[in-house]
């Protein structure tokens, strides 16, 4: 049995139904939903955790029978660019970003403010939020799921499966391994750190999301904390990426080159310097409509930096490959982000007016 891709499927079935129950609680102010949501939570982020740990494992031992292992990783790479392999991909970049969204919304319930406002209105549509987020990088799993089986047809011919379970391995004799171009220090640093910024993102704009939804001003309590989280996180990627594109690409003797993919990193930075800075302000009565148009901004620039990446409709030496059913997803997804948050704004920039 494959266990990876039955860990997928559980994480994103209980992770939808995390959600559900959530929003199902909030609508009908039900405590008994809002407990199942949390447990299913629980066992949704849980086994995300528990995957990306697995995937490490087969990475690590190289079992190519595992179409990301073997695209990935080989027997001659060095045990840390094994390690690296892991967000390497597309499949296992989703992976360790969903498991980071999970443990960030867990750390928000038990801790800080979130644990003060955890029985209110405000936390719970938040968090409701937060986990519609997480079920759509879910799908994304399930549909590009980072163990994806190879295994032989009838005709002996090797075919992947990323939907049966019991499909009988076949193990491929060797690993194409990395990419030379990320066969570096930096690829151990670099992207993780860009990941939690990205994923810290989330906490920000649903919180916004429910502040405004709610007309309660507490949100930026539940934001604030996970913006400077993203913001240093988003520091430390860039500035790190910086020198890798210096030491290995080389372009003209400069740190940086206005490369598509490293622009759209470089504008949620911008917007979040801005939030941080308006938040300084709103105490004294500024900046009410600018602060959550800001926290949602910079959300919304992270998915469309994923869509540049993923799309294939940008040329850069950091996207991955033509647009696909995963990319029509992210588009959606961001036109349902960009959507929703214009209403919300021009609701409550209408209505101080």
Do not use: C
């Amino acid at each position: 049995m494959n266990t990876g891709m039955g860990l997928i499927w559980i994480a994103g079935a209980s992770g939808l139904l995390a959600f559900l129950t959530s929003l199902f609680s909030v609508i009908r102010q039900d405590r008994k939903f809002m407990v199942l949501s949390e447990k299913l939570e629980l066992a949704g982020g849980a086994g995300i955790v528990i995957a990306i740990f697995l995937l490490v494992y087969h990475l690590l031992g190289v079992d190519t029978e595992y179409s990301y292992v073997f695209q990935h990783s080989s027997t001659d790479l060095a045990w840390h660019y094994r390690f690296s392999a892991l967000w390497a991909g597309q499949e296992g970049s989703f992976l360790i970003w969903t498991g980071f969204i999970f443990i960030m919304l867990a750390i928000t319930r038990f801790t800080g403010t979130g644990k003060i406002l955890r029985e209110t209105n405000l936390f719970a549509l938040m968090r409701s939020v937060s986990l519609f987020v997480a079920s759509v990088f879910l799908l994304l799993l399930a549909l590009k799921n980072p163990f994806s089986m190879y295994y032989l047809t009838g005709a002996g011919i090797p075919e992947v499966t990323n939907w049966n379970l019991f499909a009988e391995p076949f193990v491929v004799s060797y690993g194409q391994g990395m990419n030379p171009l990320l066969r570096n220090l930096w690829m151990a640093i670099h992207p993780p750190l860009l990941f939690l910024g990205y994923a810290a993102f989330t906490l920000p704009f649903s919180a916004a999301i429910a502040g405004l939804a709610l007309k309660d001003n507490r949100w930026s309590e539940l934001a604030t904390g996970w913006m400077r989280v993203s913001w240093l996180f988003l520091t430390l990627g860039i500035g790190f990426g910086a020198f890798w594109a210096y030491e290995v690409l080389g372009w003209g003797a400069w740190y940086w080159t206005w490369d598509p993919v490293e622009t759209s990193s470089l504008i949620p930075w911008l917007t979040a310097t801005a939030y941080l800075h308006a938040k300084l302000r709103v105490r004294q009565g500024e900046y009410g409509f600018m602060l959550p148009m800001l926290a949602l901004v910079s959300f919304i620039l992270v998915i469309f930096s994923t869509f540049v990446t993923r799309s294939g409709l940008w040329v850069s030496v950091h996207s991955w490959q033509d647009f696909t059913t995963e990319g029509m997803i992210i588009a959606f997804f961001l036109l349902v982000l960009t959507g929703s948050s214009t209403v919300l704004l021009a609701r409550k920039y209408f209505g101080e007016e």
